[in-house]
């Protein structure tokens, strides 16, 4: 009998769940899939997938509740909050004068990979920069000036590629006039000497 309540105790209630999965997923840069999630929380896929599902319910309003302004959505393989589509425009333009116009250097040399290798990865950009490009991402998606081009496959990852806002923002009608990169970067010769 103490043995039963013990066990009862400690087993997590339904909610907990929920909000442990909602957690992860509010910081989550990538859709998260179903057994990642369940890893994390340490719970079974099928009681993950139910929490998703009862999450998505919630979210919808579906049980007579409040309809939010986000949503979750599967796509790539896993699942990720977004801003419901009627609210793309407001969000848009609170984060576009909320923020200033001004980019830092990591943002600025972000956006040049990405502008120049588009459509790329998250990944792919970090590889490139050889530094963690998480945020960076984020603030030049909240600004509008890079998108999600597509999600791979095979992979999950998503491959992101510049917006109109930013050929406006340069002043150029197509990516193509942006300056060839080549004649700017080092021949490679730096740093050997010319003797054998």
């Known amino acids: 009998m103490e043995t039963e309540e013990l066990v009862e105790a400690s087993a997590p209630r339904v909610g907990d769940v929920e909000r442990a999965i909602e957690a992860i997923l509010m910081v989550a840069d990538e859709p998260q899939s179903l057994v990642h999630l369940a890893t994390a929380v340490g719970h079974p896929v099928p009681a993950v997938r139910q929490s998703i599902e009862r999450l998505v319910a919630d979210y919808d309003g579906e049980s007579g509740g409040v309809r939010r302004g986000f949503e979750l959505r599967e796509v790539g393989g896993g699942w990720r909050i977004y801003v419901r589509p009627e609210h793309d ?34 990944g792919a950009i970090a590889s490139i920069r050889a530094v963690n490009v998480d945020s960076v991402v984020r603030t030049l998606l909240g600004r509008g000036l890079i998108t999600e081009a597509f999600t791979d496959n095979e992979t999950g990852a998503i491959h992101y590629e510049t917006t109109p806002l930013l050929l406006s923002q340069l002043g150029i009608n197509s990516i193509e006039e942006l300056p060839p990169i080549s004649p700017l970067l080092d021949d490679g010769s730096a740093g050997f000497d010319e003797q054998r």
Do not use: G, H, M, W
């Open 89 to 122: 425009a407001v969000v848009r333009d609170f984060v576009l004068t909320q923020n200033p116009t001004k980019l830092s250097q990591a943002a600025l040399e972000t956006l040049s990979v990405i502008a120049y290798k588009q459509p790329i990865s998250r």
